[in-house]
């Protein structure tokens, strides 16, 4: 296994989001190599504690060993943060002061082809975050009619070309099982106009974008987390959520407002009358994007924005 690296965007932005406090409690629900982590425990005093959790086996291996030094101030748990509640609970910890969630795939399982994220490098069809997971992108690829495949790609991966790249998946599966991440690249390739294919970018992205997506139920996970998240800081605590493109940063854009203002009332009504209150507010009208400086030095964080939600 190849060492997990991975280098945390928006860093210094998000630290400074969360005001971390030295006795705080703190939950950091998309741990990976632990870098966010780790800057957050640098500010904690002795009765501060951070829980981290991460679904994969390698991220909490990871950060295990980062966050060494730390010792028990520090409690890893393999989960899917959308369990984070429960996870709390048998741990015994109720309000915290702080939550992050860095959403999305990291570097070292794109660049370990034996996990089957990347569309550069042959592997097998996988992309499942958490390897204990039944559903892998192979099963949805050979599995799901053309129709589902077509919704998937155009939904999840905004593809313009999606309905011709599942046309051609189902055909290809007709002569054998796609097995092999290069095997579905070359398909996608030949399913999208060759103008596409030579003008930059590469033609598999969106529909390897989709296939993790609908592998991982990464949307469904977040959009069922964020209100529980929000109702389980304390007064002023923190909620900060990375997102690395469009799909995701929508729904956290619309939870955050729908948390700052739930009233249903119609808008010509004096007064509200369906008693939702407001449970905070939003720190970031427009997200918090990354340098010039930190995109030149890592091109990963090209496409990630940062909200901030603060309860009340």
């Given at each position: 296994m190849m060492a997990f690296v991975h280098k945390s965007v928006l860093l210094q932005e998000?630290?400074?989001?969360?005001q971390v406090k030295p006795d705080g409690v703190?939950?950091?629900?998309?741990?990976?190599?632990?870098?966010?982590?780790?800057?957050i425990c640098r500010r904690l005093g002795p009765l501060g504690r951070l829980v981290g959790i991460d679904q994969d086996e390698a991220a909490i291996l990871a950060a295990g060993e980062r966050l060494r030094a730390f010792g028990?101030?520090?409690?890893?748990?393999?989960?899917?943060?959308?369990?984070?509640?429960?996870?709390?609970?048998?741990?015994?910890?109720?309000?915290?002061?702080?939550?992050?969630?860095?959403?999305?795939?990291?570097?070292?399982?794109?660049?370990?082809?034996?996990?089957?994220?990347?569309?550069?490098?042959?592997?097998p069809l996988d992309m499942r975050m958490d390897t204990r997971s039944h559903l892998t992108a192979g099963d949805i690829v050979n599995g799901y009619e053309e129709r589902e495949l077509f919704h998937v790609i155009r939904d999840y991966g905004e593809d313009p070309f999606a309905k011709n790249i599942a046309k051609h998946i189902v055909k290809a599966?007709?002569?054998?099982?796609?097995?092999?991440?290069?095997?579905?690249?070359?398909?996608?390739?030949?399913?999208?106009?060759?103008?596409?294919?030579?003008?930059?970018?590469?033609?598999?992205?969106?529909?390897f974008q989709a296939l993790r997506i609908?592998?991982?139920?990464?949307?469904?996970?977040?959009?069922?987390?964020?209100?529980?998240?929000?109702?389980?800081?304390?007064?002023?605590?923190?909620?900060?959520?990375?997102?690395?493109?469009?799909?995701?940063?929508?729904?956290?854009?619309?939870?955050?407002r729908e948390?700052?203002?739930?009233?249903?009332?119609?808008?010509?009504?004096?007064?509200?009358?369906?008693?939702?209150?407001?449970?905070?507010?939003?720190?970031?009208?427009?997200?918090?994007?990354?340098?010039?400086e930190e995109y030149e030095e890592n091109k990963r964080a090209k496409s990630s924005k940062l909200r901030i939600f603060e309860h009340i």
């Open positions: 998000t630290i400074d989001a969360l703190y939950v950091d629900g998309t741990l990976g190599g632990g870098g966010h982590s780790y800057e028990e101030q520090v409690t890893l748990v393999r989960d899917n943060y959308v369990n984070f509640a429960e996870v709390l609970n048998r741990l015994g910890v109720g309000e915290v002061d702080g939550i992050l969630l860095d959403i999305g795939v990291s570097s070292y399982q794109i660049d370990t082809a034996s996990r089957g994220f990347s569309y550069k490098e042959d592997g599966r007709e002569q054998s099982p796609i097995e092999t991440t290069g095997r579905l690249t070359e398909i996608i390739r030949q399913a999208v106009p060759a103008r596409v294919r030579n003008a930059g970018g590469h033609p598999a992205k969106r529909t609908e592998c991982n139920r990464e949307l469904a996970v977040l959009e069922a987390s964020l209100d529980e998240m929000i109702a389980r800081l304390k007064p002023n605590g923190r909620l900060a959520v990375i997102t690395f493109h469009s799909l995701e940063d929508r729904i956290v854009k619309n939870k955050f948390n700052e203002n739930p009233c249903v009332c119609p808008p010509d009504f004096p007064v509200c009358v369906c008693g939702r209150k407001s449970r905070g507010r939003v720190i970031t009208r427009k997200p918090v994007i990354p340098t010039k």
